[in-house]
């Protein structure tokens, strides 16, 4: 029961992170998972089955507060479902542990170019509004699809801060977007792993649990999500993304590197994190009082 009662909090936890940040879930989840003990293959069939009713809840709390763009949703969705099938059904013959530190590197790439450009320069207004193209998302969702059914988490780190970077669509509907799509994902990668595995070191109980702190979890971040700035959106979420994917290079073949190494770097990729936050807060104040300034400013003849 005590094992129940964790896991129904860290789904609530997840949930929350992930529908106010466009990522983690399927991370922390697995992450949970696998110090427990569960296969790779297990513990990413495990979490996807939960997400099929968890993403089914936050697409529609995301619908409800406007966070959704549904031509996005099935241009990436679709394809996404198509790589998280094949995924799902290779996983037990594939090996990430040179992907996973390339993906980190792309992904550290792009967590910096999102935190720095929502950090100093605001949200990117120069191509909002103009239209994602489908040579574009049906790659992305693919690629992200694959990697989130073979690693246990991986479309929201793939798929928002691209969407992001492209600086077409708010952070709040990159996210709604984002999150809602993703119950296309989560279904196909369960079939996929209950053709291959059957329900063979599933448990159901957990399943459940976290299910359960998801579902709960769902309508808070969707409602969260608007109420947060663009530009402090914009700067936590690159803060998550580079801080998730240092930890995996520190953690690889690739660096190996030692507690020693790993305490200072965590302590200063925090700092900096804080510091970016803090700085994009002051200038989201300052953008607030300029514009109430303007409004206020009579209109000449």
Not at 98 to 111: F, Y
Not at 133 to 141: A, I, M, N, T, Y
Not at 198 to 222: C, K, M, R, T, Y
Not at 232 to 254: F, Q
């Given at each position: 029961?005590?094992?129940?009662?964790?896991?129904?909090?860290?789904?609530?936890?997840?949930?929350?992170?992930?529908?106010?940040?466009?990522?983690?879930?399927?991370?922390?989840?697995?992450?949970?998972?696998?110090?427990?003990?569960?296969?790779?293959?297990?513990?990413?069939?495990?979490?996807?089955?939960?997400?099929?009713?968890?993403?089914?809840?936050?697409?529609?709390?995301?619908?409800?507060?406007?966070?959704?763009?549904w031509?996005?949703?099935?241009?990436?969705?679709?394809?996404?479902?198509?790589?998280?099938?094949?995924?799902?059904?290779?996983?037990?013959?594939?090996?990430t542990?040179?992907?996973?530190?390339?993906?980190?590197?792309?992904?550290?790439?792009?967590?910096?170019?999102?935190?720095?450009?929502?950090?100093?320069?605001?949200?990117?207004?120069?191509?909002?509004?103009?239209?994602?193209?489908?040579?574009?998302l049906?790659?992305?969702?693919?690629?992200?699809?694959?990697?989130?059914?073979?690693?246990?988490?991986?479309?929201?780190p793939?798929?928002?801060?691209?969407?992001?970077?492209?600086?077409?669509?708010?952070p709040?509907?990159?996210?709604?977007?984002?999150?809602?799509?993703?119950?296309?994902?989560?279904?196909?990668?369960?079939?996929?792993?209950?053709?291959?595995?059957?329900?063979?070191?599933?448990?159901?109980?957990?399943?459940?649990?976290?299910?359960?702190?998801?579902?709960?979890?769902?309508?808070?971040?969707?409602?969260?999500?608007?109420?947060?700035?663009?530009?402090?959106?914009?700067?936590?979420?690159?803060?998550?993304?580079?801080?998730?994917?240092?930890?995996?290079?520190?953690?690889?073949?690739?660096?190996?590197?030692?507690?020693?190494?790993?305490?200072?770097?965590?302590?200063?990729?925090?700092?900096l994190?804080?510091?970016?936050?803090?700085?994009?807060?002051?200038?989201?104040?300052?953008?607030?009082?300029?514009?109430?300034?303007?409004?206020?400013?009579?209109?000449?003849?």
């Amino acid at each position: 029961m005590r094992t129940l009662v964790l896991l129904a909090l860290a789904g609530l936890g997840a949930q929350l992170v992930d529908g106010s940040l466009g990522m983690a879930y399927g991370v922390t989840s697995t992450t949970l998972l696998l110090a427990m003990g569960t296969n790779p293959a297990s513990a990413s069939a495990t979490v996807h089955l939960a997400e099929i009713g968890t993403t089914l809840m936050s697409g529609a709390a995301h619908w409800r507060f406007g966070n959704v763009d549904w031509k996005v949703v099935a241009k990436i969705g679709l394809p996404g479902a198509v790589g998280a099938f094949l995924g799902a059904t290779v996983l037990s013959k594939l090996s990430t542990a040179v992907a996973e530190p390339v993906m980190s590197l792309i992904l550290l790439g792009l967590g910096l170019y999102v935190m720095s450009r929502f950090t100093f320069r605001g949200m990117p207004k120069g191509n909002l509004g103009k239209p994602l193209r489908k040579r574009f998302l049906s790659p992305l969702g693919v690629v992200a699809g694959f990697l989130d059914a073979t690693g246990g988490g991986g479309w929201g780190p793939v798929g928002t801060p691209a969407l992001l970077a492209s600086g077409r669509m708010e952070p709040r509907k990159v996210i709604g977007s984002i999150d809602t799509s993703e119950f296309l994902v989560a279904v196909a990668a369960s079939l996929g792993f209950l053709f291959s595995l059957g329900s063979q070191g599933l448990n159901w109980g957990w399943v459940a649990a976290f299910l359960l702190g998801g579902l709960i979890a769902a309508p808070i971040a969707a409602w969260l999500v608007r109420l947060v700035p663009p530009r402090v959106l914009g700067s936590a979420v690159g803060g998550v993304i580079i801080v998730t994917n240092v930890r995996t290079l520190l953690k690889s073949d690739w660096v190996g590197a030692s507690s020693s190494l790993s305490t200072p770097v965590y302590v200063l990729l925090y700092a900096l994190w804080v510091a970016a936050l803090t700085y994009s807060i002051r200038a989201y104040r300052r953008e607030r009082v300029l514009e109430a300034d303007a409004e206020r400013q009579p209109v000449s003849a």
